[in-house]
């Protein structure tokens, strides 16, 4: 009797999905290492399915891709509202807080294996001109793909 109901658990187990994890990304004007417009963490890497709570630290942040994997859906989270986005889509992310990419507020997601690593890296290639500050983040976090 006790294998029996040893292998109905098992079948359960296996048959149910997997609870995607949640992320935190907070956007701050100042991060806990004294750098100024960023997000803490700036790379993450998360499994397909997983959700980012991008949380802002004031009005002025907000999360917008800027580069995706084929197939994956664009993000605009709204200015000073936390705001939950899932990643079904596996690759290499960036994206900006839109008024202070200028200030190399960007940041990399990387769902499961970076599939889009060519194309990420030639997207990071076109956003280094639009950078004035912070710039060393941009080649720091595209370091970090797997």
């Known amino acids: 009797m006790k294998k029996y109901l040893l292998?109905?658990?098992?079948?359960?187990?296996v048959s149910m999905p997997a609870k995607a994890a949640e992320h935190t990304v907070n956007l701050v004007t100042t991060g806990s290492d004294g750098q100024t417009m960023v997000m803490e963490p700036g790379y993450i890497n998360i499994a397909v399915g997983d959700v980012i709570n991008f949380v802002p630290s004031d009005?002025?942040?907000?999360?917008?891709?800027?580069?995706i994997p084929t197939g994956?859906?664009?993000?605009?989270?709204?200015?000073?509202?936390?705001?939950?986005?899932?990643?079904?889509t596996e690759g290499a992310y960036i994206y900006k807080c839109v008024p202070h990419i200028t200030m190399g507020m960007i940041g990399v997601i990387q769902v499961?294996?970076?599939?889009?690593?060519?194309?990420?890296?030639?997207a990071m290639a076109q956003l280094k001109p639009?950078?004035?500050?912070?710039?060393?983040?941009l080649d720091q976090y595209l370091s970090q793909i797997q």
């Open 7 to 13: 292998i109905g658990l098992m079948l359960v187990n």
């Open 59 to 67: 009005a002025t942040h907000n999360a917008e891709s800027l580069s």
């Open 72 to 88: 994956a859906k664009k993000f605009t989270t709204p200015y000073g509202q936390p705001t939950k986005v899932t990643f079904d």
């Open 112 to 122: 499961g294996n970076a599939v889009n690593l060519d194309a990420t890296k030639a």
């Open 130 to 137: 639009m950078v004035f500050m912070n710039k060393e983040r």
